[in-house]
């Protein structure tokens, strides 16, 4: 008489436990990622340094530009290292190791999530190394400890706002090249942006693209907490941008991922 073997499918992973794995998969990729790891904080303390000293006395006399700058290239600084995670996400789709996990007992999506919580902390990581260069290149904030808190809060939210779009990008883009190339474009946003220079400065045509978009908001309110100032409307402002990129870019992923990768 023969037997039937009965086997029984195994039991899927929480959300929580699946959330960890991948965000301790994307920490281990980054720390050995050395090279990318050291461009996303040599590059925005090199564009400080040129801004600083070499534009810097012919935008500002009196040498306080530092005060001024250092925001704005915290959100570049953020927004550079972001970048990576639309090549990351991009080279997770097209290498077929989203198949894979999806023959796993957990949910495949986390993936992405490991990667925005990689960047996260990662990014992070840098804007502190950039902040301590800058303050021993005449950066003098004003701010207190709440302040300085409400500062770092902003930028994490906006580093985790701009990562989720990357994360989007990356699952959207045909290839690692091209999530590199859509990343890349938006770099440029902070130009267009009170990052560098007052918008009032700008011609006239563009001071209303410059003062409605998302960045100028975000880069006062940071400014204004790292000066003691109150930042007025510009952090709701700057909250409701943050939030909306968020919840608009965690759909799209979202949307798109059930569409390439399918639903475990």
Not at 171 to 200: C, M, Q, R
Request: glycine share 10%; with cysteine.
């Amino acid at each position: 008489m023969s037997t039937l073997a009965v086997t029984t499918p195994s039991r899927r992973v929480g959300g929580a436990t699946a959330a960890a794995v991948f965000i301790g998969r994307s920490v281990r990729h980054s720390l050995r990622n050395v090279e990318a790891l050291t461009m996303a904080i040599v590059l925005p303390v090199m564009l400080m340094l040129l801004f600083t000293f070499v534009f810097g006395g012919a935008i500002d006399s009196q040498g306080d530009y530092v005060d001024y700058v250092v925001p704005g290239i915290i959100l570049l600084c953020a927004g550079f290292g972001a970048s990576s995670t639309a090549v990351d996400v991009a080279e997770d789709m097209s290498n077929g190791i989203v198949d894979r996990f999806r023959t796993m007992p957990l949910r495949a999506g986390g993936v992405v999530t490991g990667h925005v919580v990689a960047s996260l902390l990662r990014n992070l990581l840098a804007t502190g190394v950039v902040i301590g260069v800058a303050l021993a290149v005449g950066f003098r904030p004003t701010a207190n400890l709440l302040e300085w808190l409400g500062a770092l809060a902003m930028v994490a939210l906006f580093i985790l706002a701009i990562t989720w779009l990357y994360a989007a990008i990356g699952i959207a883009a045909a290839n690692p090249t091209a999530a590199s190339g859509y990343g890349f474009a938006l770099l440029f946003v902070p130009y267009l942006s009170s990052a560098f220079v007052p918008t009032d400065t700008m011609p006239s045509w563009l001071q209303w693209i410059a003062q409605n978009q998302p960045i100028t908001p975000i880069i006062e309110t940071i400014r204004a907490f790292l000066f003691g100032r109150d930042p007025g409307s510009d952090l709701w402002w700057a909250l409701g941008w943050c939030t909306l990129i968020i919840v608009g870019a965690y759909v799209w992923a979202a949307w798109l991922f059930r569409r390439k990768a399918g639903r475990r």
